[in-house]
C-alpha cells in the first residue's frame, strides 16, 4: 500500500499552510523576539540573550510546578484513555441509545472552560455543593471536604473535574473509530470463533489506531495547557499545590507584566510539549506497524 | 448477562455524568440569594428571573449571536480547507509530506497566555480587530491541524481501490471527492466538524483578546458576573446550560453520521 508519489498534491494542501501559517508565524517571532530583550516599556528595550532562558530554567519554583504538570497528565491519559474506550465499547451500535449517548457526551465538552471551574465550585462546595454536602454527610473523614482545604482535596476535585470533562472527548473519538471497522471484518472474526478479548486486541485496537493517537496527542497537549478549569475552581492553592504550569507562566507573565521572562518561559514550554508529542506520535506510529506486519 | 452488564456499567456512568449539569440547571432556577441561603436538591421556587435577565439584556444575548457567527465561520473555512489537505495526507507522497503533517499539529501545543499578545497586535495591525472573521481566523490555528488530522484518519480507511475505479470510470477529482469521496467519510466530517464547533465555542484567549463590544463572545460576557459582592453563581449557571444548547443542536444533526460510520459495498 506505497501511497502515489505526487507532488502536485502540495496545491490541495497549500490553503491549509496559508491559513494556518497567518495567525502561527507572525506570533511566534514576536515571543521570540519578547524572549531575549528586557522590555520595561513601548519601545524601551534592551538585548539580553539567553538571559531569560538561563533564570526560567534555574528556578525551581518552575521545577516544581513542572513535576505537577508531568503526575497531572500521565494521570489524565492513565485515566482517560482506558475509560474512554470502554464506554466506547459499551455504547449501543443502533437505535435510540446511539443519540442519546452521543448528545449526553457532548454535554460537558460545550461549556467554555472558565464555566467548568464555576460549576465544579458550586458542584464541590461543603455548604452548598451536592458532592461536598453529600460526602460530608458520610462523615468518613477527619477533615471535612473542601477543595481548600487540604492539597489531597485540591488535587481529588481537579482530577474528578478533568475527567468529568474530557474522559467523552477520548470516548467520542473511540466511538467514531470504532464504527468505522466493516462488518466483514467481524464476521470474519466469528467465523474464527474469536473472543471478544481478541476481537478487541486484534481487529478493534489496531483498526482505532488513528483516532486512539489523536486521541492521546490531544489529551496530552490540553492536559498539558490546562488553565482555565483549574485556576478558577482552585486558584493554583491551596499554598502552590495545584498551580500547574500554564498558571505559574500567567503569574510570571502577566501579572508582574515581565514579557521577557514570561516569552522564555513560553518557549521553554512549547518545546517541551512539541517533543513529548513527537514521541508519543512516533510510539504509536511504530506500534501500528508492529501490529500490522 | 454479559450486555446487561455492559448496559448497567455504562448508565451509571452517564448518571455520574449528568449530576453536575443537572446541578447546574438546579442553581439556574433559583435566585443568588436562595442558592447561598440553602442547600436544595431541587428548586422548591422556580424562578426564571436569571433566564430573563440574559434575553433581555442585548448585552448578554449579543454574547450568543457572536459566538454562534465565528463558530460558524470557522467550522466551514476549517473544514473546507481541511478535506482537500487530508485527501492529500492520505493518498499522495509528496515532498515534505510528514514534516509538514506534524508541523500542522505543533500549532496547538504553544501556551496561550503569552501567545495571546501578538495576536492583538498583529489583527489590530490588519484592521480586523473586532470583528467576527478575526476570531474565526485566530481560531483556525488550532482547528484546522485537528480537523485535516481526523480527516486523514477517517479517509485512510477507505481503500484506494474506490479512488482508482471512479477515475476508470472517467469521474473528475471535484466529482468523486465531492459525490463519492465525502459521501464514504461522513462520520469523519461529522466528528471533524463537531470537533471544530466544540473548540472554538469553549476558547476564550484569543477570542477575549481580539474582541471589544462588536464580537464580545458569550464565554468572555459570563466573567462579568463576578462582580463585588462575589459570584451571581444563578445568573452564571443559567448561562451556562444557555451555552450547551447550540451545541447540541449540532451534534443532533450530526448524529446518524457519526453513527452509521462506513459500510464496505455501498458504492
Keep these: 500500500m506505497d501511497k502515489w508519489g505526487n507532488n502536485k498534491a502540495w496545491f490541495l494542501v497549500l490553503p491549509v499552510i496559508v491559513i494556518v501559517a497567518f495567525s502561527a508565524i507572525i506570533p511566534l517571532m514576536t515571543v521570540i523576539n519578547y524572549s531575549v530583550q528586557d522590555i520595561w516599556g513601548p519601545g524601551q528595550s534592551i538585548f539580553v540573550g539567553t538571559e531569560w532562558f538561563k533564570e ?17 497528565s500521565g494521570l489524565v491519559l492513565l485515566i482517560e484513555m482506558p475509560l474512554g474506550i470502554l464506554i466506547a465499547l459499551a455504547m449501543p451500535k443502533r437505535g435510540w441509545g446511539v443519540s442519546a449517548c452521543l448528545v449526553t457526551l457532548a454535554l460537558p465538552l460545550l461549556i467554555p472552560w472558565n464555566t467548568i471551574g464555576t460549576i465544579w465550585i458550586i458542584f464541590t462546595r461543603p455548604d452548598i455543593g451536592l458532592l461536598g454536602v453529600g460526602i460530608n454527610s458520610l462523615d468518613l473523614l477527619e477533615v471535612p471536604f473542601d477543595h481548600t482545604a487540604k492539597p489531597l482535596y485540591a488535587w481529588i476535585t481537579v482530577m474528578l473535574m478533568e475527567v468529568w470533562h474530557w474522559t467523552p472527548l477520548v470516548a467520542l473519538l473511540a466511538y467514531a473509530g470504532l464504527r468505522a471497522i466493516p462488518d466483514a471484518y467481524y464476521q470474519a472474526a466469528k467465523i474464527d470463533g474469536a473472543s471478544a478479548w481478541s476481537t478487541f486486541s486484534y481487529i478493534q485496537l489496531p483498526k482505532m489506531r488513528g483516532v486512539l493517537t489523536i486521541a492521546v496527542l490531544l489529551r496530552f497537549m490540553d492536559s498539558f495547557l490546562i488553565y482555565a478549569e ?48 513527537y514521541i508519543f506520535y512516533q510510539a504509536l506510529q511504530r506500534v501500528g506497524k508492529g501490529a500490522k506486519g | ?39 436544595a436538591l431541587y428548586p422548591k421556587d422556580i424562578t426564571f428571573v436569571n433566564y430573563l435577565k440574559i434575553f433581555t439584556d442585548s448585552s448578554w444575548y449579543m454574547g450568543y449571536v457572536n459566538s454562534m457567527i465565528y463558530v460558524s465561520m470557522n467550522t466551514v473555512i476549517s473544514l473546507s480547507v481541511a478535506l482537500p489537505a487530508a485527501y492529500a495526507f492520505s493518498r499522495y507522497q509528496f515532498v515534505g509530506d510528514k514534516q509538514v503533517f506534524f508541523w500542522l499539529l505543533t500549532n496547538r501545543m504553544a501556551p496561550p497566555a503569552v501567545f495571546a499578545l501578538p495576536f492583538f497586535q498583529l489583527y489590530s495591525t ?58 464514504l467519510i461522513r462520520a469523519g466530517v461529522g466528528v471533524t466538524a463537531f470537533f471544530c464547533f466544540m473548540f472554538s465555542w469553549v476558547e476564550l484567549l484569543l477570542a477575549r483578546t481580539l474582541t471589544v463590544t462588536e464580537a464580545k463572545p458569550i464565554s468572555a460576557i459570563m466573567t462579568r458576573t463576578i462582580s463585588a459582592t462575589g459570584l451571581d453563581y444563578g445568573l452564571l449557571a443559567a448561562a451556562g446550560i444557555l451555552t450547551i444548547i447550540p451545541g447540541v443542536m449540532v ?17
Excluded at chain 1, 498558571?247 to 513529548?276: H, N, T
Aim: hydrophobic fraction near 55%; charge should be positive.
Design chain 1, 56 to 72: 526560567v530554567l534555574n528556578s525551581y519554583r518552575l521545577h516544581d510546578a513542572l513535576w505537577r504538570q508531568f503526575l497531572f
Design chain 1, 230 to 277: 483549574p485556576f478558577v475552581l482552585t486558584g493554583g492553592g491551596p499554598g502552590n499545590s495545584t498551580t500547574f504550569l500554564s498558571i505559574y507562566l500567567v503569574k510570571i507573565a502577566l501579572l508582574q507584566f515581565d514579557l521577557g521572562p514570561g516569552g522564555a518561559f513560553s518557549l521553554i514550554y512549547f518545546v517541551i510539549v512539541l517533543f513529548f508529542s
Design chain 2, 1 to 39: 448477562m454479559k450486555v446487561k452488564k455492559k448496559t448497567i456499567g455504562l448508565l451509571i456512568y452517564f448518571g455520574i455524568l449528568v449530576i453536575p449539569i443537572y446541578w447546574m440547571l438546579n442553581m439556574s432556577l433559583r435566585s443568588n440569594a436562595d442558592i447561598l441561603a440553602s442547600f
Design chain 2, 126 to 183: 490588519i484592521g480586523l480587530m473586532d470583528t467576527h472573521i478575526a476570531v474565526a481566523l485566530a481560531h483556525c490555528l488550532f482547528n484546522v491541524p485537528l480537523a485535516v488530522w481526523i480527516l486523514e484518519g477517517f479517509m485512510s480507511g477507505i481503500p484506494r481501490e474506490i479512488d482508482e475505479t471512479a477515475f476508470i470510470d472517467g469521474y473528475s477529482f471535484p466529482r468523486f471527492f465531492a459525490t463519492i469521496f465525502i459521501p
Design chain 2, 251 to 267: 451534534i443532533w444533526f450530526v448524529r446518524n453520521h457519526m453513527a452509521k460510520g462506513f459500510a464496505l459495498g455501498r458504492v
